[in-house]
């Protein structure tokens, strides 16, 4: 995973490979979980602009997750 950045560098057919870390089905509902609660924790808050306005997205789904909040 440390040397995928060397397939951009090869070019031809290896320019257009993406790899991702895979999560266990477990992983995934967690993430799935978190995700759904921070959505109805944002638009509980009477102050925040809508949902669409941000983009949420789980980070560190392997140790520690946590929901992180993107402006779009």
Known sequence: ??????LKQVGGTYS???VAHDLT???RETAREL???AKK???SL????????Y???V???HKRPRVIKLKC
């Open 59 to 61: 980070v560190g789904a």
């Open 41 to 43: 924790e944002y638009e």
């Open 16 to 18: 257009k490979i993406s």
């Open 1 to 6: 995973m440390q040397n995928l950045r060397n």
């Open 46 to 53: 009477p102050e925040e602009p809508a949902v669409g306005n």
């Open 35 to 37: 995700l759904e609660k």
């Open 25 to 27: 089905p477990k992983q």
């Open 55 to 57: 983009r949420f997205i």
